[in-house]
């Protein structure tokens, strides 16, 4: 045997290697046959270094943050029964502890699995634990309370927009489902009335924006069991239509109402709402559809009548009547825009980085389907155009590879607004209405003003030759 700690050692004045390397620290003379044993010890442990840092390491995450969108996970995979009998004890001693503490214990769905061979059966289930501060409850608007007061008392705010219901005011409808991004579409249905025109019309909106839509049938104490069995048939027949071809799931329980939830997955500001503040000036209200907006940050905002985008500075930022420094996409909110002129705006203008270098369009082309028409679509048709927040009349210039069009046929469309230029994107969905006529499509190319006048004058050409 060989004493690793002297064998180790170097005398001082002598490397590795040279002169001194056979000679201890005692100045004896050592083997060949120890200096190999040592060296391949010395390899052995270098290598068994090695590996143990090639090795990959074990996942890292951050954290768990109390606020946000990230929440981690945990799942079994083939467990043993002690493992499993461990975890179900601790979690008996959870919900014994949470109900201890005044924790709610909800029960959300339950099941019952074969547990072994001899088909004993046992019940698995999903709960949800939660403590609610004594201080903190659901409020709402009431006399005594203002909506300054909830936003700062709430730690979680959920808008309800109501849009109108008559066909008379189908515009507003059509404005709040384009300009507000609702998460979800309720669409509520009498029990005894049924299926309206307007229901099947909204449905169709809907789904053409792909907001996510489910169905509440209200007054079902009004009417027999018989009529709100016969609302719901009618809904699903509606639903199964190759225009719809959804799948319906009645929701009768709340595990029906987690089920059903589970099924639902959807910097530039579009400007919906413009006002004027006293002690403030003028105020726009809109949603952020992209990026980041701080306040005090520098943007543009078009395009005016003439296609122009003027600068501007965000002075101050609201949600939900409380001030903010950051906003970020999705939300809505109000700008302070402190002096700027108010007659320069107006609903469907876009506040964006100068960096963006934004372009605008008189013309563009979509493609479309005719939904109705009592005739026919055809060249120097006049529609109105909803796309996002752009609310607009339009008129069709030319049907690529058609004359016409008729109820339910498709076809790449150039529409050219008739007042002034829009800010557009490409891919966005796109509505158009005029009386009974109504179509859905989306934007495919968009043509700058510079385009516009040549592509007219080839187009004029086209057809005196023709």
């Known amino acids: 045997m060989v004493d690793l700690s002297e064998s180790g050692a170097v005398s001082p004045g002598h490397g590795r290697h040279g002169q001194g390397s056979g000679f201890g620290n005692n100045g004896k003379k050592t083997s060949k046959k120890s200096r190999t044993r040592r060296g391949k010890r010395g390899r052995r442990r270098r290598n068994k270094k090695n590996n143990r840092n090639n090795k990959t390491p074990p996942p890292y995450f951050p954290p768990e943050a ?31 502890g949470g109900s201890r503490v005044g ?17 004993n059966t046992r ?67 009498s029990a005894n009335t049924g299926i309206a025109g307007t229901t099947r019309e909204h449905l169709g909106l809907a789904m053409a924006l792909k907001v996510p839509i489910f169905i509440v049938v209200s007054k079902v104490d009004l009417c027999s069991r018989g009529t709100v069995e016969r ?47 006293p002690d403030v000036g003028t105020v726009v209200g809109g949603t952020l559809y992209s990026g980041v907006c701080r306040e005090g940050e520098r943007l543009v905002v078009g395009p005016t009548d003439e296609g122009r985008f003027l600068r501007l500075k965000v002075g101050s930022i609201q949600r939900n009547r409380s001030a903010c420094r950051v906003l970020r996409a999705g939300q809505a909110a109000t700008l302070a825009l402190g002096n700027f002129d108010r007659s320069l705006l107006r609903k469907g203008m876009v506040m964006v980085s100068p960096k963006m270098n934004p372009t605008i369009c008189c013309q563009f082309e979509a493609a479309i389907v005719l939904l109705f028409h009592a005739k026919t679509f055809r060249r120097g048709s006049q529609v109105t155009v909803h796309v996002g927040n752009v609310r607009q009349t339009a008129t069709v210039e030319c049907l690529h590879g058609k004359d016409e069009l008729r109820t339910g046929e498709r076809a790449v469309v150039r529409f050219r607004f008739i007042k002034h230029p829009e ?19 989306h934007v495919t190319r968009l043509l700058p003003p510079s385009q516009n006048h040549d592509q007219n004058q080839n187009h004029d050409q086209n057809l005196q030759e023709h």
């Open 231 to 277: 609302t719901v048939r009618q809904l699903e027949r509606v639903l199964k239509q190759p225009g719809c071809n959804k799948v319906p799931m009645v929701v009768s329980n709340p595990d029906d109402a987690v089920t059903a939830a589970q099924q639902f997955t959807q910097s530039a500001w579009w400007v919906d709402e413009i006002y004027s503040v």
């Open 123 to 189: 019940k698995i289930a999903e709960v949800l634990v939660r403590k609610v501060p004594d201080d903190q409850q659901v409020v709402n608007y009431s006399e005594s309370r203002t909506a300054e007061e909830i936003c700062e008392s709430s730690s979680k705010m959920i808008t309800f927009i109501d849009l109108a219901g008559h066909h008379k005011y189908l515009k507003t409808t059509i404005f709040g489902l384009t300009s507000y991004c609702p998460d979800f579409a309720m669409l509520v249905v």
């Open 103 to 119: 924790a709610d214990i909800t029960l959300l769905r339950e099941r019952e699995v074969d547990y072994d061979l001899d088909r």
């Open 66 to 96: 109390e606020e946000g969108n990230i929440e981690y996970k945990l799942k079994l995979v083939n467990p043993t029964q002690y493992r499993f009998e461990h975890l179900a004890t601790q979690l008996k001693v959870a919900f014994a």
């Open 423 to 441: 800010y557009l994107r490409l891919g966005a969905k796109l509505l158009f209405r005029e009386g009974v006529t109504k179509g859905i499509g």
